[in-house]
């Protein structure tokens, strides 16, 4: 039954770039396909030079613009504040949006440091006393394969866990000539391909299993070292990681291996994962993410093997808002059940998910992911051949 009585959500955006264009489509499109208890209007978008922020929001359907997100922030027209903008700067805008009363919808990861998401749970957790609700950002979750995935583990399909393996690679560090953006630097971006793309593994490995990661062993490379800076000119230090690869240990001694690289030629964004368990195996391609790949352990042998589910159907999770059977979604459609899932948690009260404890938590495997390939603690070297 159609939902009539719609209050309106104003939107405030901070930043306007790659995410901030995803998520602009998300609060665009989210009314027009879901049935909302709420109905979000873009009230303004916010950068720092003035042109280019008026001009995003115009491009990106935006009623206003801000240059100062404190501006952005104390608007009576803005109830959720939705910071897509570099991680150094996660912290403060979350951190006094919270305090003003705001909901909020942060970027993964969700600071550059465990002390900063620290200080924002407990904002969070002050502010959910006074009915504020705020999530991060973590979108593969809410591809309506993963979403089912996690049903089907729910519904003891896989059985108790024994492996998770995942990898995300992305090429676009490959070329040395390639600028040296914040992505590049620590004091903006926290850390490399670990906190761009190993925050988004760890955060499905641990939503999918249900189970937080208890120990890391980890290596770690930057294969370019310097960079052009991006006027031209000079060159300037890479301060991040290109590559990490980790394995891990989930609470019920499940084993995990992941692996995150922007300096995988060939690949540019393949997030592949698999789960196996006592009962069964999980397989999932993002470059194919319609589909999951499901091995049923408790099937006769001799006709048992992995199949193939095509995720389109009514049944699934979010699906039943959008087309008939068999026609596909998009990278774009994570965006818009992101902003579904936080419009049905601010209008009825419930917890978001993933929330800002679990954010930290994530933050606390990144940073143990950094201290063992820092310390290189566990790292046996293998004796040369004679
Ligand atoms: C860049 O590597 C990036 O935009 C990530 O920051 C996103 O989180 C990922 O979804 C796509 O790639």
Not at 250 to 268: D, I, P, V, Y
Request: charged content about 25%.
């Amino acid at each position: 039954m159609a939902r009539t009585e719609q209050t309106t959500l104003g939107i405030g955006m901070v930043g306007y770039a790659f995410m901030g264009a995803a998520h602009s489509q998300g609060w665009r499109t989210v009314g027009r396909v879901f049935d909302l208890p709420m109905r979000p209007v873009l009230a303004a978008v916010c950068g720092r030079d003035r042109a280019a922020v008026r001009a995003a929001a115009d491009k990106h359907g935006w009623a206003d613009a801000e240059t100062d997100w404190r501006d952005l922030v104390a608007r009576d027209d803005v109830q959720v504040v939705d910071i897509c903008t570099p991680g150094d700067s996660h912290a403060e805008i979350a951190i006094a949006a919270l305090e003003a009363g705001k909901h909020v919808l942060c970027e993964k990861p969700l600071a550059n440091s465990v002390e900063e998401a620290e200080a924002m749970a407990s904002a969070a957790r002050r502010a959910r006393e006074q009915g504020v609700v705020a999530m991060v950002g973590f979108n593969y979750r809410r591809t309506p394969a993963m979403a089912f995935a996690r049903r089907m583990v729910e519904e003891g399909r896989i059985g108790a866990f024994r492996h998770v393996r995942i990898s995300y690679l992305q090429d676009w560090l490959v070329d040395p000539e390639f600028p040296l953006t914040w992505r590049l630097e620590r004091e903006h971006a926290g850390s490399g391909a670990l906190g761009d793309l190993g925050a988004h593994i760890v955060d499905l490995a641990q939503y999918l299993s249900g189970e937080t990661l208890v120990g890391v062993s980890a290596i770690a490379e930057t294969f370019v070292r310097e960079r052009p800076l991006p006027g031209g000119g000079s060159r300037g230090t890479v301060t991040v990681d290109d590559a990490v690869l980790f394995t891990g240990r989930l609470a019920s001694g499940a084993l995990a291996f992941f692996e995150a690289t922007r300096m995988a030629a060939g690949r540019k964004n393949s997030l592949r994962l698999e789960l196996n368990g006592e009962r069964g195996s999980l397989a999932f391609d993002l470059e194919r993410l319609n589909e999951l790949s499901f091995h049923d352990h408790t099937e006769p042998v001799a006709s048992a093997g992995f199949r193939r589910i095509l995720v389109t159907e009514p049944d699934h999770p979010y699906l039943e808002a959008w087309w008939p059977p068999g026609h596909a979604l998009g990278y774009e459609h994570t965006f818009v059940h992101q902003a579904r899932d936080l419009v049905e948690a601010i209008a009825t009260g419930s917890d978001p998910s993933p929330s800002f404890a679990d954010g930290l938590q994530v933050q606390r495997v990144l940073a143990a992911v950094e201290e063992s390939a820092e310390k290189n603690a566990v790292y046996t070297p293998v004796p040369a051949q004679e």
